[in-house]
């Protein structure tokens, strides 16, 4: 029965400790109004202050109205507080450029989070085991990591799940057992959507393969979260580094591609950015590279640049004005310490010396190239920041570019462009921390000393 399932899942997971408040998020649908129906019997014993929250996402006219409606009698009745909010979610996703469905779910947990955080309590959502399965199935149609495969967490946060082991029969045989009307979005029941196309085409015929095909997606549901909380364990200290620094490339180039997998995807959720799988695997082939960018959902973009990676805005890629410290540095062989905690190591080596640590790190070639000078060509060298009226004549690109050219091309953030390290060499700049060096100082066949630069 769906009571034992959800007592079950209370407990095991310790959902609702007593004397909680509970923000109930209220569609007027089966499971939902089941959910808060099974709440309102704890009531007493648990001592819960319940709210009740709609939203109303203004996609439907009459039909949504009429949901809200119904809402507001159905918590009158339970004797629950209820809140209703419109949101106009056509108009918003179109101003994001995302779907309806992301935008709408972002503008419905954003709403339930503020009503969390005013009434200081817990958000309870019905998302049943079916759900659960669909999601899986959804993920896996489109490219999935073991992320994808976890299904729908019965606890996230402040985020409590009591119906995610109940099947969607089973909430609909609660509501006929207790006299339970709800509503029906209509939406649910076309093939318009994906989610629907699985719960109405694709799951039927996998059930004639097997019937309780929902249990064994739970089944693979649990070993993939198990496997990912490994993983993600290993991986979030090297996130905290990246996140508390900006600037930690060599920490996900270092790791096997499963560990990078997951440190990617750990950062982008940090960072309020949802990755799909594809999007993972383009990051990673750009760490490989030590090149390249991708372009992320919500208007994002992540950029691999000299030994360094970023996640930013695209907006943000737009000029700004760049605020640089005044730093100067005579150079010299060895470590030189910079602001903002940057170290840059220089190294001379004959060009044998060079050509054999280039074999022995074929790996990084493009990255080793970037930050090679001819030494020869070094004179009355300084290591300083950006200055305004800067030019440089990046190698191999045969013309002169303002830096602000050069790093939207790069897509380097602007936070961090009046902190790139650059070498000054007889008042012109030889090399530019994340760009690379200049056509005069390249490396050619006629190098006999190599100068490589490594900024930490």
Known sequence: ???????????????????????????????????????CTLRDEL???????????????????RDAAFAAGFCETLGVPFRLYQRDVPSIAAQRGIGLEQCGRE?????????????????????????????????????????????????????????????????EEYCARHGITYVTDSTNLTTDYARNKI????????????????DAIRRLSESAAEDDEFICGYSDAAAHAYLSTGWAGKVFSSKRPVMSRALIR?????????????????????IGRGEGSVNLP???????????????????????PVTCQDWKEAFRQGQIMAPFGLKINNLIMDINNYNDYLSQNSE????????????????????????????????????????????????????????????????MLAWI?????????????????????EVI
């Open 107 to 171: 503008i419905r947990y954003g709403i339930l989070e503020d009503e969390a955080k005013k009434n200081g309590g817990r958000i309870a959502t019905a998302h049943t085991l079916s759900d659960s399965v669909e999601t899986v199935l959804f993920h896996l149609i489109r490219g999935s990591s073991v992320n994808g495969l976890k299904g729908i967490p019965p606890i996230r946060g402040n985020i409590i799940r009591p119906l995610i082991t109940c099947e969607r029969s089973e909430v």
């Open 364 to 427: 990084k070639a493009k990255i080793i190239f970037k930050n090679s000078l001819d030494y020869d060509t070094i004179s009355e060298a300084v290591f300083r920041f950006r200055r305004e009226g800067d030019r440089f004549s990046p190698s191999g690109r045969h013309c002169t570019k303002s830096l602000k050219k050069l790093f939207n091309e790069e897509k380097i953030p602007p936070g961090i462009r009046g902190q790139l390290p650059m070498l000054e060499s007889g008042g």
């Open 1 to 39: 029965m769906l009571e034992d399932k959800c007592a079950l899942a209370i407990r095991k997971f310790n959902m609702l400790p007593p004397c909680t408040t509970v923000i109930v998020g209220l569609s007027g649908g089966a499971d939902s109004c089941a959910l808060l129906h099974f709440l």
């Open 298 to 320: 919500g208007g994002s973009i992540f950029s691999v640049h000299s030994d360094g990676i970023s996640f930013s805005k695209k907006q943000e890629l737009a000029d700004q």
């Open 266 to 286: 750990i950062c982008a959720e940090r960072l309020h950015i949802v990755p799909e799988q594809k999007h993972v695997a383009a990051m990673c082939d750009a």
């Open 433 to 453: 921390s994340a760009v690379g060096v200049s056509e005069r100082c390249k490396v050619t066949e006629k190098t006999a000393r190599v100068l490589y630069i």
């Open 199 to 214: 719960r109405l085409q694709i799951l039927p015929l996998m059930r004639e393969l097997n019937p309780s095909v929902n």
């Open 47 to 65: 001592s819960l202050t319940l709210l009740a929250v709609h939203v109303n996402h203004m996609i439907r006219g009459e039909e949504a109205a």
